[in-house]
Each structure stands twice: as C-alpha cells, then as structure tokens.
T-cell receptor
C-alpha cells in the first residue's frame, strides 16, 4: 500500500458524460500527478500539481481538467467522454516537485460505453 | 521530445536463469526510475537512479544507469516465479528543462518466469 488513495476504483459510464476522479496523496506529499494507462498509448503523464498550483502539463486533452485543493487532494475531471477515454487512470504523489520517487495509487478503471 | 524505449517487450525465462532488460532514452536526463506492475494492479517503485554510474540492488534485481550512453539496465539474477510482472522504466527530463517532474515511461517489459 503506497498511501495514495483513489476513488472510485471502477467507473462505467456512457459517451458524452462527465466524471470526476478523486485522489488523496500520501501524508506530507505536496505534489500530485495524474497518468493515463491504456493498451494503445501505454502510460502517459497528464498533469502535475504542486501545493495547489499547476506545475507541468503533458498529453492532457482539453476535455480533461484537474485541480488540487487546499487539503492537497486532487480531482481529475473528464468530460464529453469518448470510447477512447476508457483506460486506467493513476494518481501519484511525491514530497516535492523535484522528487526522488512518485508513489502510485491503486488507480481508477474507467469504462466508457 | 523525450522518448523511452524498452526491450525486450516480452521475456519468458526459466527459473534460475539470468537476464537483462534494457531502457534507452533519447535526451539528457539525470533521473531514471524502475517500476513493477502486477496484472490489474498499481505501479510499485523499485529503484531510483539519480546519477551517472548509479547502481542499486534489491534481492534478485539490480539496476544501473549510464547517462552518457542514455541507458539503464535492470538485471535479474536467478529468476523466481514471484518476479513475473511488467517492468517499466521512466525517465525524468533534465532539471533545467522546466518540466523536471514529468515522467516519460517506456513501453514496459512483460516478464514471465516459468517453473
């Protein structure tokens, strides 16, 4: 158990819908990262927040957005969902933005039908 | 754009044998990470390599980093069935690029250790 929690574990929804994935970092970690893992794209970095501010952006679609709240938990919002958005979404956390390692949560498996 | 290549993509090996997984990356970096993922599970951190020539060992796994060759290796010694998993390397850009925390992952190496 890495100490990073994610909810929900599984999510099934329909195309065009909007969902919110939630992540709580390890105690003391200020940075939160979001990754998408799919069979065709592999593991891709989406976005990073550090102490409430966006720090780095990766291959994140405009339909996706994220934020980190004052209590350091983070949410990833996915809207206008498409079939291709079906994937495993991981949250990771680390102590600071120039980290030694990122600790990954259990993931949220999203299925868009 | 940083690219990370791993090979092989799939490795079937017998218990007791040794083998090496290779991770090549395309641009300057001084930080490389190895992760393990069991089917349907999350990623578990194995090693963090922070400098040229760094070598770390844990049990039957040993990782090394050659920043000049832009190459990391994960060596498996006397494989056992419990090591069956997918192994990923991930590379962080150089600290002076402004995107220092963005990890780029390799494609993963699926390791299957047979009895």
């Amino acid at each position: 158990d890495s100490g990073v929690t994610q909810t929900p574990k599984h999510l099934i929804t329909a195309t065009g819908q909007r969902v919110t994935l939630r992540c709580s970092p390890r105690s003391g970690d200020l940075s939160v990262y979001w990754y998408q893992q799919s069979l065709d794209q592999g593991l891709q970095f989406l976005i990073q927040y550090y102490n409430g501010e966006e720090r780095a952006k990766g291959n994140i679609l405009e339909r996706f957005s994220a934020q980190q709240f004052p209590d350091l938990h983070s949410e990833l919002n996915l809207s206008s969902l498409e079939l291709g958005d079906s994937a495993l979404y991981f949250c990771a956390s680390s102590v600071d933005s120039i980290q030694e390692t990122q600790y990954f949560g259990p993931g949220t498996r999203l299925l868009v039908l | 754009e940083l690219k990370v290549e791993q090979n092989p993509l799939f490795l079937s090996m017998q218990e007791g044998k040794n083998y090496t997984i290779y991770c090549n990356y395309s641009t300057t970096s001084d930080r490389l990470y190895w992760y393990r993922q069991d089917p349907g599970k999350s990623l578990e951190s194995l090693f963090v390599l922070l400098s040229n020539g760094a070598v770390k060992q844990e049990g039957r796994l040993m990782a090394s980093l050659d920043t000049k060759a832009r190459l990391s290796t994960l060596h498996i010694t006397a494989a056992v069935h419990d090591l069956s998993a997918t192994y990923f390397c991930a590379v962080a850009p150089h600290l002076n690029t402004g995107t220092a925390s963005k990890l780029t992952f390799g494609t993963g190496t699926r390791l299957q250790v047979t009895l």
